[in-house]
């Protein structure tokens, strides 16, 4: 019998039952909640009488509503608000910690997660959004559920599932000078296709995603759904037990001994088999920047736009063609010469420390040009946020001419007051550049920190190191 | 949730590759604390020439008269024909909520993102996937006929083209098909191995208590 995966391993250690319909039921130890997509499960709660099974193992902030300008204490959009009230009154009634608008920890949900402690490997972690895979860059099985299974997990802290098969992407050798972890999971998006990973799990793994900090591993994991998997992950190493000790929810003293143990076996086995298994030369990488409306849309920095008449596949060409229309490009123009408009750094993908250093590094010294309308520089977490100003990178990214907020989703999709008017052209570090997403009618590229800063320094699109 | 049995309709073709969440139900109407009223912000970007607002009359906006939500012999449409990975993106399940709010009753596409495919199911709407050929020609058949509909038979998986009679069957999860067919209410199943659930959960504190604080 061959070994086990990874994911085999955090199947098995939570799972309840195998039902003989062929469903498992398996066990979840932790349950991340954020104002949207929670309010139909409380209220499913209310309706049927029921209780939380389990209040600890739950955690809730607020983070796609609220307003990320400095000066605004409250929410002025009445909608947002009753969301965002509602969190706070569902919250108290059944005794569910949350980090509330006030609190120095609020952030966007996967980010707050890691950075408390909240997130340990070898955990299940779920919640009602995509990018919870976001966490299985500590060695847990974390993915999104939707509201229906929110409200399942708070009844009986467990979900009706079915196993996914395994597949690893391997991302071998050394990344070049100025490549990063947006630019891995970007290439790997780009290679597998949007619906690539789609019934997997994935396992990432190979020297470069070694060499990554914990934030370029949570970036990669972070975009695995927009590979079509739910889950991502990552074996934990010394790197990860470096990153969660001493944090506030992580354990402490003999419980923490005994916890690192058990997270060595947290690996895949040599002989372990799996379903399907790529890999990739990291020294190939280049930096990545999506063209069109699909994350899968994506060339290298000194390629060109393509041409749908290139492309053989009926399908795939309509939609090429379709993208183009809406994005405003005309095929084989250089993406060095694609203007802009604005530049969003932030995102549960790419607003932690390190993200912003990335970025404050290109923009020291610099200043935005006067071509772009707007840059928003918006840290993941208070707690981010407080250390960035510590280090001195609020000054850097304000000198520059970037305006400097407080933590949320902000522009990642837009549900607060920071959004795309039609037609604006961005270069963000969030995940998706689906048609609307920043914005109705807004055009988003994704980029690393490093390419956006650029980005808004040169007014275009250009190597991060030529500047 | 609403069961699912026999369902016949009109198929509206909605002919275009990776159909995201934000295309089916936009952002702003996710501020709804409701898990009803999203029918009329179904696909709201692609429907209307203008900006959807969350506590807007929908009723006086210019429609797009080129999509096809808005094309007259669509109009009682509760089949949706899509192309592959339909419903990729967020976990929104808004997104299912609009579809069955608007009407929709069934799916149909080469493939579907995973969550996207669950919610549906939780939500009294059948997902089918079927190999592209098939979708194929049930795009065919849509463009020839005005008023092309189909007889989707759960419990027999089978669909029937009533223009023609002719059937195409479709695979579907045992646990899935009895949960729609029933109107099963999964937290009440789950709670029912509430002994089971509590057994692990004594062994899991012993072994890993770090994971209980
Ligand atoms: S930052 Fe963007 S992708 Fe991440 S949770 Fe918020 S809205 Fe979702």
Known sequence: ?467 | MEKFNLHEGIVLPLDRANVDTDAIIPKQFLKSIKRTGFGPNLFDEWRYLDQGEPDRDNSSRPLNPDFVLNQSRYEDASILLARDNFGCGSSREHAPWALLDYGFRCIIAPSFADIFFNNCFKNGILPIVLDAEAVDSLFAGVDRTPGFSLRVDLPKQMITVLENMSVIAFDIDGFQKDALIQGLDDIGMTLAKADLIRNYEEARRKETPWLFS
Not at chain 1, 29 to 39: A, M, Q, Y
């Open chain 1, 1 to 467: 019998m061959s070994g086990k995966t990874l994911y085999d391993k955090l199947w098995d250690q939570h799972l309840v039952h195998d039902d003989p319909n062929g469903t498992s039921l398996i066990y979840i130890d932790r349950h991340l909640v954020h104002e949207v997509t929670s309010p139909q499960a409380f209220e499913g709660l209310h309706l049927a009488g029921r209780q939380f099974w389990r209040t600890e193992s739950t955690v809730a902030v607020p983070d796609h509503n609220v307003p990320t300008t400095v000066d605004s204490a409250t929410v002025d959009d009445p909608v947002s608000r009753l969301q965002i009230q509602t969190l706070d009154q569902n919250c108290n009634h059944f005794g569910v910690t949350q980090f509330g608008m006030s609190d120095p920890r609020q952030g966007i949900v996967h980010v707050i997660g890691p950075e408390q402690g909240i997130t340990l490997p070898g955990m299940t972690i779920v919640c009602g959004d995509s990018h919870t895979s976001t966490h299985g860059a500590f060695g847990a099985l974390a993915f999104g559920i939707g509201t229906s299974e929110v409200e399942h997990v708070m009844a009986t802290q467990c979900l009706i599932s079915r196993k996914s098969r395994n597949m690893r992407i391997r991302i071998e050798g050394e990344l070049s000078q100025g490549v990063t972890a947006k630019d891995v999971v970007l290439v790997i998006i780009g290679k597998i296709g949007t619906a690539g990973g789609t019934g997997y799990a994935i396992e990432f793994a190979g020297s470069v995603i070694e060499s990554l900090s914990m934030e370029g591993r949570m970036t990669v994991c972070n975009m695995t759904i927009e590979a079509g998997a739910r889950a991502g992950m990552i074996r934990p190493d010394q790197k990860t037990i470096g990153y969660i000790e001493g944090r506030p929810y992580a354990p402490k003293g003999e419980m923490w001994e005994r916890a690192v143990a058990g997270w060595a076996e947290l690996v895949s086995d040599d002989d372990a088999a799996f379903d399907e298994e790529i890999v990739i030369n990291g020294a190939e990488i280049r930096p990545q920047i999506t063209w069109g409306t699909s994350p899968e849309m994506v060339v290298d920095l000194d390629e060109a736009v393509p041409d749908p008449s290139q492309e053989t596949d009926p399908i795939k060409q309509e939609g090429m063609q379709r993208a183009l229309e809406y994005m405003g490009l005309e095929p084989g123009t250089p993406m060095t010469s694609v203007p802009l408009d604005l530049v969003f750094i932030g995102s549960c993908t790419n607003s932690r420390i390190e993200d912003l250093r990335e970025a404050a590094l290109v923009a020291k010294g610099r200043k935005v040009s006067p071509d772009i309308k707007q840059a928003l520089v918006v840290p993941g977490s208070g707690l981010v946020k407080r250390q960035a100003e510590e280090e001195g990178l609020h000054r850097v990214f304000i000198d520059a001419g970037f305006e400097w907020r407080n933590p949320g989703c902000s522009m990642c999709l837009a549900m607060n007051a920071d959004r795309l008017k039609p037609k604006e052209r961005c270069a963000s570090t969030s995940n998706r550049n689906f048609e609307g997403r920043q914005g109705q009618g807004g055009r988003t590229h994704l980029v690393s920190p490093a390419m956006a800063a650029a980005a808004a320094i040169a007014g275009h699109f250009t190597d991060p190191a030529g500047l």
